[in-house]
């Protein structure tokens, strides 16, 4: 079976075997190594010399610890929106009476630095920018480095950012461009199970925790910054998710990451050019499309969901649909994580033969 979808992805047999591993004390000297250890890896992958916190989660509950950890109700932010999870992240800082204002930006395309000064200049009470760095719903990457140059160095606010499927994928230096809060989730570019989320918390970041009044429990990021430092969790761990991690970011780190993004930006432009080459149209403008999820638009008269089971019945190929109002317009192949040029051949493949299964005749067939 060839897993295409945004996540979970794929993992190495490394991985699952060293997950499988027997289980052991969470409070004693053997999950102390394994969380110094993977600790300390994760911030080198992160690129920071900034904490970086273990959760037993999902990546939307590290979007709301984000939330959480720094925000009082009452509390100004703007949304950066360009898709359903930038939609998400708003909502999650509304659940918990921050004032939203969003910079809504049609699908398909990205926030431009621009728009964020404008916004800014506009509400000077806006305490945090909330923005996804890479957003699956659409297959589109936000320029962060150029939007964190305005958001810090012009407006000296809080930056929380969604990067559950771009870092360990794509490029983000967290020190370099000065980001706040980073969250991502085990189970997208880590190449590991579901179940654990990562977050980076910068020394802004904590100031503002300080006075942040918005409940916290699970969440708390000071209360995982106390265990970590006696080797622990403040809460049970998932255990076996941390020894697949621990081997991935082994495989991570020996690769590099210079050659890691490289492998993501060969592997999705052999996707978009074979996409095309198929005689089918991409949803985003390809100025911003994603190295780790490709949208395409389906094809008119196509049904979407009788074209992802014939994918999945008879070619064994897994690729995922649109969401809310996409739903029925859009197919998005994953390629982050564990995956090569060769997977892809294979997705496009059976891509060509499932629609003329179906009866269509592309332009490139």
């Known amino acids: 079976m060839n897993l295409r979808v945004p996540g979970p992805t794929p993992c190495p047999d490394e991985v699952l075997a060293s997950a499988s591993q027997q289980m052991i004390n969470h409070r004693g000297p053997e999950f102390k190594d394994l969380i110094f250890r993977v600790t300390s890896n994760l911030q080198r992958a992160f690129e920071t010399k900034n904490d970086v916190l273990i959760l037993t989660a999902s990546g939307t509950a590290a979007l709301e610890a984000a939330i959480v950890n720094t925000l009082s109700p009452g509390d100004k932010v ?25 910079l809504t930006v049609p699908h398909g395309s990205a926030a431009e630095p621009d728009e964020v000064r404008q916004a800014l200049k506009g509400n000077p009470a806006i305490k945090a920018v909330l923005i996804t760095h890479n957003e699956t719903s659409t297959g589109v990457t936000n320029d962060l480095s150029a939007i964190a140059q305005v958001v810090k160095e012009e407006f000296d606010k809080l930056l929380l950012v969604d990067a559950v499927s771009s870092i360990g994928a794509l490029p983000l230096p967290v020190d370099e461009w000065r980001c706040d809060v980073v969250t991502t989730g085990s189970q997208k570019a880590w190449m590991s199970p579901p ?14 925790y300080e006075t942040a009044k918005m409940p916290r429990f699970y969440l708390d990021f000071g209360k995982a910054k106390s265990y970590l430092e006696r080797g622990q969790t403040p809460w049970t761990p998932a255990v076996s998710v941390l020894f697949g991690l621990d081997k991935a970011l082994e495989r991570l780190l020996s690769e590099g990451l210079p050659r890691i993004h490289e492998n993501h930006a060969a592997v999705g432009d052999a996707c978009r050019t074979g996409i095309k080459g198929l005689g089918l149209d991409l949803f985003p403008d390809e100025r911003y499309a994603s190295n780790t999820v490709t949208a395409i638009k389906v094809p008119p008269g196509v049904d979407a969901a009788a074209l992802l089971e014939r994918l999945r019945t008879r070619y064994n190929v897994i690729l995922a649909g649109g969401q809310q109002d996409l739903s029925g317009k859009i197919i998005r192949v994953g390629h982050m994580g564990y995956v090569s ?4 051949d294979i997705v496009l493949d059976a891509l060509q033969a499932s629609l003329t299964d179906l009866g269509v005749v592309q332009a490139g067939v």
């Open 78 to 102: 703007l949304a950066v929106v360009v898709g359903v999870f930038g939609e998400r992240f708003a909502q999650i800082a509304e659940a918990y009476g921050a004032e939203v204002l969003r």
């Open 195 to 208: 179940g654990i989320a990562m977050v980076s918390v910068s020394p802004q970041a904590w100031k503002a």
């Open 341 to 344: 040029i060769e997977d892809i």
